[in-house]
């Protein structure tokens, strides 16, 4: 089992450098990273949306839930202020990152693996194609600087669903909502969390080109390269946000 993962580990690293390397012509690339954009960004936007609004109205119910039974009397105000945080620190840059890990991975490798098992990909070696760059490398483009755009855009929805629950249930005022938000936060918490989604990012455009990369086989085969390639990456993304919650908040 151990040799099996870290000779998968090698292969992802190699891939990588192929990745990287031997860079195809720049009109190529704008026209792979609209599509891109379009395929991993755009189509993305619904599902943030939704699971945003929700959760930051979810978030912003519990902390007045958890305000409310405390022995000490914390005013309304401090409910907009840890929506905004907790939004900020990990829901957003984490949660939605792994609902994008399981969107977007499977998308990825699926593509990808067909290519693969269809033989495309060989046929792009054949012609002197740098594949794994031809294929990957706008991947990783696209989901690099589209995920911060998703992020910041759940943290707003997010505030503002607290906010509708508010009015909603009528247990906090608008007032108290808005005094809360704009309490002083530390700026590197916003640095950090966009720092946490670049490196998600990267993560859920590679990790699932790799499986889909080397998916040997036919369909089947594909439907379960897909199925570990959300799985991986899901793990991954935790794994590297406990790791960068220790490294940068501690």
């Not at 439907?223 to 220790?246: C, E, F, P, Y």
């Amino acid at each position: 089992m151990l040799k099996k993962l870290f000779t998968a580990i090698g292969e992802y690293f190699l891939l990588l450098g192929k990745v990287l390397s031997k860079p195809q012509k720049r009109n190529v690339y704008l026209k792979l990273l609209v599509r891109e954009f379009y395929d991993l960004g755009v189509n993305s936007f619904g599902l943030v949306l939704f699971t945003s609004f929700f959760v930051g109205a979810v978030v912003a119910i519990q902390m007045y839930n958890n305000f409310s039974a405390s022995s000490f009397p914390i005013p309304n105000s401090f409910i907009g202020y840890a929506t905004k945080v907790v939004l900020i620190l990990e829901f957003s840059p984490t949660i939605i990152s792994v609902i994008l890990a399981g969107k977007v991975g499977s998308y990825i490798a699926s593509s990808i693996g067909t290519m693969r098992v269809t033989e495309q990909i060989d046929a792009l070696d054949i012609m002197g194609v740098n594949s794994p760059n031809f294929l990957i490398f706008p991947k990783i483009i696209a989901s690099v600087i589209f995920n911060p755009l998703l992020i910041a855009i759940s943290i707003v929805v997010g505030i503002w669903g607290g906010y509708i629950a508010g009015m909603a249930t009528g247990n906090w005022t608008k007032a108290d909502y808005i005094t809360g938000i704009q309490m002083y936060m530390p700026s590197y918490f916003i640095w950090y969390a966009f720092l946490k989604t670049a490196v998600f990012a990267f993560l859920i455009a590679t990790i699932p080109a790799y499986f889909g990369y080397n998916v040997k086989g036919g369909s089947l085969e594909v439907g379960r390269a897909s199925t570990q390639a959300v799985v991986w990456t899901m793990i991954a993304v935790i794994i590297v946000d406990l790791l960068l919650t220790q490294m940068l908040l501690s």
